[in-house]
């Protein structure tokens, strides 16, 4: 019943048609349990309510295909998309079952340079931290601050203070300072299987995933130039060409704020590449006249299932 409104409601606000209204979720990680550092990522139950939701409420569609038809203007009414980045181990095992089983189609967009053992930057800050051999931490020689670490609220706001001041480094440099802050401020073996195998990526297409590019070593585009941006994309989609033995379409900014993460020109030599579109993390919906190379997603990840729809209803009335 409630369904039926939430679809009446959500007709209204993005019919088929030319008049349609592209919503595309963005996912990081999933989940075991809640994470007391990262409340805002899913659980696989948080995610599989969520997708219980989608599929009652939304027409979900694959990502190429439903840009194709946002251009030609004959998208379903409801239409979305649901995207994950970055290329976490988790979302093989976690999240791929939970889509097979609502049926729904998903993009993983996988930074190529962290696969098979590796490990995003953020990743050794956060489990640094998380494993901090004391309360407080003393990060000034690097330039970082000092820190209470003493409980979880305390790690989250020490996390959310250094990471945007290692992020748009220049990427060894960016390396070189994580790896000094994680042997200051820890002990513990930092884990080495976060992120997916070749494998794992295999069978994520083999399931019928697309899988897109979001660079090789995901550095922020802001500060390259068009031959460092066009070289970093270039080796993260040859890199999933090889290993999967068919072209890559998609690709997802690293961070994805448009003129903070990437400059809006910058769209131009992602398009130039020949990829068939681009997503950015701007929130909202996308119509037929936004840019098909910085197309908007929402991010609900960590939204209690009583407002995930009535949120992504919401998000309907946003057009970029
Ligand atoms: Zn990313």
């Given at each position: 019943m409630l369904d039926a409104i939430y679809r009446s409601i959500g007709s209204t606000l993005s019919p088929a048609g030319p008049r349609a209204r592209l919503t595309i979720l963005i996912y990081h990680r999933i989940l075991d349990e809640v994470d007391p550092i990262f409340p805002f990522e899913a659980t696989a139950q948080m995610f599989d309510t969520q997708m219980a939701a989608l599929a009652s409420v939304f027409n979900v569609l694959p990502l190429p295909e439903a840009i194709a038809r946002l251009k030609q203007g004959t998208l379903p009414a409801r239409a979305a998309c649901v995207t994950f980045d970055d290329g976490y181990a988790d979302n093989h095992r976690l999240a791929l079952p939970i889509l097979r089983k609502h049926g729904l189609h998903a993009t993983f967009f996988i930074?190529?340079?962290?696969?098979?053992g590796g490990r995003m930057f953020n990743d050794t800050v956060i489990e640094a931290i998380r494993h901090a051999r004391s309360g407080r931490i003393d990060l000034r020689p690097l330039d970082l601050g000092e820190h209470d670490v003493s409980s979880p609220a305390a790690k989250a706001a020490a996390i959310g203070h250094i990471l945007p001041r290692v992020k748009n480094l220049p990427t060894p440099r960016r390396e070189q300072i994580v790896a000094e802050l994680a042997a200051r401020v820890s002990d513990a073996p930092l884990p080495d299987d976060l992120m997916m195998t070749t494998e794992q990526i295999r069978a994520l297409h083999t399931a019928g995933m697309e899988i897109g590019g979001?660079?090789?070593?995901?550095?922020?585009?802001?500060?390259?130039?068009d031959d460092a941006v066009r070289a970093e994309i270039v080796a993260g989609n040859r890199w999933l060409e090889q290993a999967l033995g068919t072209r890559v379409r998609v690709f997802a900014y690293p961070n994805g704020r448009p003129d903070k993460d990437y400059r809006r020109e910058q769209a131009r030599v992602v398009e130039a590449l020949g990829l068939e579109g681009a997503v950015s993390t701007q929130c909202g919906v996308s119509t037929r006249h936004t840019d098909p190379y910085q197309l908007a997603r929402c991010s609900l990840a960590w939204s209690p299932p009583p407002r995930f729809v009535p949120m992504l209803l919401n998000n309907l009335r946003k057009a970029v």
């Open positions: 930074a190529t340079a962290y696969l098979d979001h660079t090789h070593h995901h550095p922020i585009l802001t500060g390259l130039d």
